[in-house]
């Protein structure tokens, strides 16, 4: 029997009824994106940018693909045959791309410079790896379904890599958790549950030979069905995006507390930190509401917004959920957006992102 497609798309909105909104952000006028790239994709899973290469890379669970396109936008390469794609996970160094294959229950090692798989390692029968995250010389992996999931690891960067499961009691998450990692911070993996109303955020230290749960918080800042996780440059601090509440918070590492609210609306999305710690703040929008709020970092308005409607033809944008990444010097935001009945997604490059438009 097939694969579900994971369930955080379908439950986003109804999970979003369920929160209340803690305001929205001042009012700004809106920067109109460019009509972008047609992709030829309808769904995608997770972006990663390449700033060795000056290479985006975009995967899609539905089609078993990563498109390749430059950093103005133009696709230069697909990379077929990966099944059940989801995240993309790049080497410190910008030479190694990994992606979980949930439909071939592997990892799949990419060379970034040639688009040619390098080696898969079988992750075990029925394990369906979706998420991953690096630290280190270790790929932590999210895999399972339903209330079956747990998180695996593979070594990397060795002759011998080696597949170990069930780090973290099965039950935990109702699904394969959502990861992130900073390399500022290597002894810390930070997991999300990505299908439940309120939602679960733990944290592990994972300097040792297995993870050690330090803390776990449930419905962590009034969260439900978390959409996205990043780390902020420095690995003290986790940002969050999810249906609810309608503003992207923050939460210092390791104990989670509440940090500085990035204000936004409904429903937030997506969100990225550059390596300058600019903050981009995205959401599923409602006209006329902008999707992407651009931040410097602790600030409580945006230096500017952006509407991805002139990418989608539409009177309102839709930026896809987890889609937003920056190039690591911060000097672009790339973004996918689209609506569910198009038939092709669009690659949004935002130049300068981080200027203001009013300076």
Known sequence: MPRRLPRARRLLTLAALLGLSLGAAPATQAAPADEGTALPIAYHCDLAVDALHERVFISDYNTGSVLVADYQGRIVRTIRDLPGVCDLELS?????????????????????????????????????????????????????????????????????????????????????????????????????????????????????????????????????SFSDLTMTPDGETLLTASGAPYHHPSFRLPDLTEGHPYASTSYPNAVAVSSRGDVAAGVNSIEPDPDVYLYRAGADSPYRTVSLAPATGYDAGHLRPRGLAWAPDGTRLFAISGHSDEEHLRLVVIPSAHRSTVD
């Open 92 to 224: 410190a160094d910008s030479r190694t791309l990994y992606a979980p294959l949930a439909l071939d229950d592997a990892i799949s090692v990419i060379d970034t410079g040639t688009g040619r798989q390098r080696a898969r390692h079988a992750t075990g029968a029925g394990t369906a790896p979706f998420h991953a995250a690096l630290s280190g010389r270790t790929l932590f992996f999210g895999y399972g379904e339903q209330w079956e999931a747990s998180i695996g690891s593979l070594t990397v960067g060795t002759s011998a890599p080696k597949v170990r499961l069930g780090l973290i009691p099965e039950g935990d998450f109702s699904g394969a958790p959502l990861l992130a990692t900073s390399p500022a911070a290597p002894g810390t993996l930070v997991a999300g549950d990505q299908n439940t109303s309120p939602s679960t955020l733990s944290v592990y230290d994972v300097s040792g030979t297995s993870p050690v749960l330090r803390t776990t918080v449930r419905d962590p800042g009034g969260a439900s």
